[in-house]
């Protein structure tokens, strides 16, 4: 069964969500809601869930650092995004980050049921992949423990990079860049590795 997540600052969406769609139709459940961006993250990380469905103009959350940090460090994790018409201009960005839907509110209940089609058909299909591939040699991003997803990785080095150079006169923490970014700092310090040589310290300086 896959695991769902809803996220959104409109508790009327959420609990909507939760009860009208049925999910036994996709072999999902809701395992995990939240009403604002970091508590979100928070609860990502600890579920681990297979589908995302989140708003993007919430408290304490920039939508695309989030759907930066969530496909670069769980890449196969599908996202659907539920936003008001300002925010549709970040469409274009969001789908070249990993978005598999990016939906309009008020969304009809046929766009969100073929969104939903769209994601566990994406997972049934990358879990077939990878079932016929186990024996194949890992690639370099595989090897060092850094899940792959160019356009996200790259958006995330380049605000880490920027928000260490604007902070430089503070006394930075590794930590702090990685909650920037929406990404652990496992990862963040991964990704630095790997794009420019360097380890944070060594950026620090």
């Not at 809601?33 to 993007?56: L, T, V």
């Not at 060092?144 to 920027?162: D, Q, R, T």
């Not at 360097?198 to 620090?204: A, G, N």
């Amino acid at each position: 069964m896959y695991k769902v997540a809803i996220i959104d600052d409109e508790p009327i969406i959420v609990e909507g969500l939760c009860k009208t769609m049925a999910w036994e139709k996709w072999d999902c459940q809701v395992t995990g809601f939240a009403y604002n961006g970091r508590e979100g993250m928070e609860m990502i990380q600890k579920e681990r869930p297979d589908i995302i469905i989140s708003d993007i103009n919430m408290p304490e959350m920039d939508g695309l650092k989030m759907i930066a940090g969530l496909k670069s460090e769980f890449p196969d994790m599908q996202l659907i995004i539920l936003t008001g018409y300002r925010e549709f201009e970040y469409a274009r960005e969001a789908i070249s980050l990993g978005v598999t839907r990016f939906l309009l509110k008020p969304s009809k209940m046929n766009e969100l049921e073929e969104a939903m089609d769209a994601v566990t058909k994406r997972i049934a299909q990358a879990e077939q992949a990878e079932e016929r591939m186990l024996q194949r040699i890992p690639s370099d991003s595989e090897e060092e423990g850094v899940p792959y997803h160019n356009e996200a990785n790259s958006f995330i080095v380049k605000n880490a990079l920027e928000y260490i150079q604007e902070n430089s006169h503070e006394k930075l923490r590794l930590a702090d860049v990685a909650e920037m970014v929406y990404v652990s700092q496992w990862h963040l310090s991964k990704l630095l590795n790997k794009h420019t040589g360097k380890t944070f310290s060594d950026l620090l300086n």
